[in-house]
């Protein structure tokens, strides 16, 4: 039979008696067992069941034998425990137990507890549970646990109250197990609601208690817990204290997290030497976490190395960080190998990194399964690229739903397509939602075309009683410019007509030169427009040919204008002409009537 309870020696499974006032030196303890040896040998049967224990506790069990089969037969309830404890450790486990019996008819709260794990472990579970039960009525904290975790093995519900009286009693594995129950009871009430219908106390707290409790009595795991419970709110500093002591207690979990407080404050030196240990003790999450260091720093052989150990480890991840490794050197076909190894595994980002490499090497019939799964098991990026799929199939209709599940999770380019398909179908209102959602997500476009839905219900600016226009900027303008800000063409030539509409030249033409060198025909057109306004026509005609030549034919006809004014038929002609290709067609009509009169005056 193993010790019983969650303490490795036998002074701490309560089987025995100790002596109630030992000296804490080795020399007290020496006098101590020469007096009670004394004792012993005078006939007092207290002190040779003392002594016994004494002996059998160093381990000495032929010298603790016949001072404990002398001390039970004269009745000493004490002694007969420790015999049963040592025949136990001889192998004697029948023999142990009928010891055991007696000292617990006797009343030995220990002894009960003895023959409760015995009969247990012989698969008779209503004599176990009927000693447990006697062991755990009187106050014995490991009975109680032995009781509680007999019970929580059936379901019956009375497990909860022996688990808090062995936790009450200083059994940590108990208040380990109190608080673990505590918080999955929290987290069911959380998602169904309490079953009686009345309010109760959240047990959340109540757990922390418990986890602390553990912890402090050196409970590694409740300690992990612990941490991870006061990292959650925010407590890093106290988290990591508990980390560490569980870290140093040897467990892995701790040392991997741990290792990510670090990384987050900046020290990830401190970082690496805590993954490593976590990782060297089998912790797949640490093996990762490594590898994606030596990643960043581009030693991509040990990066491999750390993710392959991930791997081995049983952590999916590994296989795919392998894939986004290999996939980032070219290695295509390896990275479609780790891919497939971790989608298989159910890594639904990698099965989704999986589709996107086989939709760029030319199989979409082999990528819509793979988006479809990633996308079923809940990864937003897949569905939105499973719209996307679609949508390239001219399957709108297919596509919208993905699209609304992908932009429902929070993806910004999935609200702005969303959007855009409600624009097209006339539902104004649920476009203007979803623009929203995007536009404050950070979508450029989408900014744009909010501000655009709102600047179609734009009334006309209302006039000064003296006739002055009053501005006051608009939320459509706001959209614009935050739109422009990001780099959006359009919306930079908008934000310049506003500008020029309110007579601020300055910041029109600070608007559309931005467009215009970001390659926006319409930018350098109108820049074209305020710079000739302005008496600048040379450089405006500068403008206007770079927008002729990207294809505004109202910048070629402008072209061709200043050419004529300025003598020169030829170049005139040529602009007219590029003007009558481009349109529209009233500047194609305005072009070649020009072209038609430059012509004859090159002829005549």
């Known amino acids: 039979m193993d010790v019983m309870g969650d303490k490795a020696t036998l002074l701490d499974t309560g089987r025995f008696v100790q002596p109630s006032d030992r000296d804490e030196t080795g020399d007290g303890e020496a006098v101590d067992e020469v007096r009670t040896r004394l004792a012993a040998q005078a006939g007092d049967v207290e002190a040779t069941s003392v002594l016994g224990a004494m002996l059998l506790r160093r381990g000495d069990l032929d010298g603790a034998e016949p001072l404990l089969r002398a001390a039970t037969a004269e009745g000493d309830r004490a002694a007969a425990n420790n015999l ?82 062995a936790a009450e009693r200083g059994h940590r594995e108990a208040a380990y197990r109190l608080a673990r129950a505590l918080d999955r009871q929290t987290q069911h009430e959380d998602e169904y609601g309490s079953d009686n219908g009345v309010d109760a106390p959240p047990a959340g707290g109540e757990a922390e ?49 741990l290792g990510f407080l670090l990384r987050d404050a900046g020290d990830t030196e401190s970082a690496a030497v805590w993954w490593l240990r976590a990782a060297q003790d089998g912790d797949g999450n640490a093996a990762n976490a490594l590898g994606a260091l030596h990643a960043e720093r581009g030693e991509t052989q040990t990066a491999e190395r750390w993710y392959r150990a991930a791997m081995d480890a049983g952590d999916v991840n590994g296989a795919y960080n392998l894939g986004l490794l290999c996939a980032e050197q070219s290695r295509t076909a390896q990275a479609e190998q780790w891919y497939r190894r971790a989608a298989y595994a159910g890594h639904r980002e990698a099965a989704n990194a999986l589709a996107v490499l086989l939709l760029q090497g030319g199989d979409a019939t082999g990528a819509e399964p793979w988006f479809s799964k990633a996308a079923e ?7 939105f690229n499973l719209g996307i799929l679609f949508a390239g199939r001219g399957e709108e ?64 600016a209302p006039a000064h009683e003296l006739g002055e226009q009053v501005h006051e900027k608009t939320e459509c303008e706001e959209w614009y410019e935050r739109a422009a800000s990001q780099g959006h063409r359009r919306a930079q030539v908008r934000v310049g007509m506003l500008a020029a509409a309110r007579g601020d030249v300055v910041e029109a033409a600070r608007w559309y030169r931005s467009a215009a060198e970001a390659g926006s025909r319409n930018g350098a057109f109108n820049l074209g427009l305020l710079l000739a306004r302005e008496g600048s026509e040379p450089e405006a005609a500068v403008w206007w040919a770079r927008a002729a030549d990207a294809g505004h034919g109202r910048a070629a006809l402008r072209l061709a204008l200043v050419y004529a004014r300025r003598g020169e038929l030829a170049e005139g002609q040529r602009w007219a002409d590029r003007a009558v290709t481009l349109g529209p067609g009233e500047v194609s009509e305005r072009a070649a009537r020009l072209r038609d009169a430059l012509r004859q005056e090159l002829t005549a």
């Open 84 to 165: 049963g404890v040592l025949l136990h450790q001889r192998g004697y486990t029948d023999d142990a137990a009928g010891w055991w019996r007696i000292a617990a008819v006797a009343g030995s709260a220990a002894a009960a507890h003895a023959l409760g794990r015995y009969h247990r472990e012989h698969g008779d579970e209503p004599a176990a549970e009927y000693w447990l039960r006697q062991s755990a009525e009187q106050g014995h904290a490991l009975g109680a646990y032995a009781l509680a975790d007999l019970l929580e093995h059936r379901g019956d519900t009375a497990a909860e109250q022996w688990m808090r009286s």
């Open 209 to 257: 208690q418990w986890y602390r409790q553990a912890a402090a009595r050196g409970h590694q795991r409740a300690a992990l817990q612990l941490g991870a419970i006061l990292e959650r709110r925010g407590e890093l500093k106290e988290a990591g204290r508990w980390y560490l002591t569980s870290a140093k207690d040897g467990e892995a979990r701790a040392a991997c997290a």
């Open 377 to 383: 098991a809940g990864s937003v990026d897949a569905a």
């Open 397 to 460: 209709g297919v596509a919208l739903p993905w699209y609304e599940r992908a932009a429902a999770a929070g993806h910004t380019e999935a609200a702005l397509q969303v959007g855009i398909a409600r624009l097209r179908d006339g539902d104004e209102r649920e476009a203007e939602r979803h623009l929203r959602c995007a536009a404050g997500g950070g979508s450029a476009e989408a900014a744009y075309r909010l501000a655009s839905v709102l600047d179609s219900r734009r009334p006309p």
